[in-house]
């Protein structure tokens, strides 16, 4: 799915800052990042519809996202920790928060030292 | 809330044999279901999509029937292939407007599923 692009695909930190970034080409309103660890299933962390914020689960304050436009989605972490080894996946859907219908970027794995 | 389960963590078969993955969920509401599968090392796609009008969804022959009076969901497939082996995810989405649960995609904890020759 070349549609939604990740970077980096894979990054191994210490106790690091690091960004991740998301661009989906796809028009859609809605963009999410979901947490996915070992053997589990994805877990939403957030959700922006339209450029808004509107779902920020319970999520560690070292996770910070950013919507620059409507296609862009970051999601900044500082001081990482061992818990936060996991793939990231960026995620889209076209009419908004309420579909179900995602489509996910490839994903950055995260490994922390 | 809003939970899924789904009975089976791993359902091992032989090639050309009949697929059931079962799925079965609680909500308040009366929800969106769908399927998503996952390869190995691959993103999360969506394989199918409960209609709300009672229709039986169908993608790469596998299809799906949402009975509202079990709750269940499950995924059928009448042979299975070599790459139908992947983990697959029974997921519950609230409908529009529902508040607290806007863009809450409730996911079940997923079975693997692997054909062999």
């Known amino acids: 799915n070349t549609k939604i692009t990740q970077s980096p695909r894979y990054l191994i930190l210490g106790r690091a800052n690091k960004s991740l970034e998301c661009e989906q080409h796809?028009?859609?309103?809605?963009m999410y990042w979901y947490k996915q660890s070992a053997e589990k299933p994805p877990e939403l962390m957030f959700l922006?519809?339209?450029?808004?914020?509107?779902r920020n689960e319970t999520v560690p304050s070292r996770f910070i996202p950013e919507c620059p436009d409507s296609s862009k989605l970051l999601l900044h972490i500082s001081a990482v920790d061992p818990e936060d080894s996991a793939v990231y996946f960026c995620?889209?859907?076209?009419?908004?928060?309420?579909?179900?219908?995602?489509?996910f970027g490839e994903g950055s794995k995260l490994t922390v030292l | 809330g809003d939970s899924v389960t789904q009975t089976e963590g791993l359902v091992t078969l032989t090639e050309g044999l009949p697929v059931m993955l079962n799925c079965t969920y609680q909500s308040t509401y009366s929800p969106f279901l769908f399927w998503y599968v996952q390869h190995l090392n691959e993103a999360p796609k969506l394989l199918l999509k409960s209609f709300t009008d009672n229709k039986r969804p169908e993608h790469q022959g596998f299809h799906a029937t949402l009975h509202k009076s079990s709750s269940s969901f499950h995924l059928q497939k009448s042979s299975a292939q070599l790459s139908d082996s992947a983990l697959y995810y029974c997921?519950?989405?609230?409908?529009?407007?529902?508040?607290?649960?806007?863009?809450?995609?409730?996911f079940g904890h997923g079975t693997i599923l692997r054909v062999h020759p």
């Open positions: 995620a889209s859907s076209l009419q908004g928060a309420n579909t179900g219908q995602l489509y």
């Open positions: 997921a519950l989405s609230p409908p529009a407007n529902t508040g607290a649960n806007t863009g809450k995609l409730t």
């Open positions: 796809l028009g859609h309103n809605a």
């Open positions: 922006y519809n339209l450029k808004q914020l509107i």
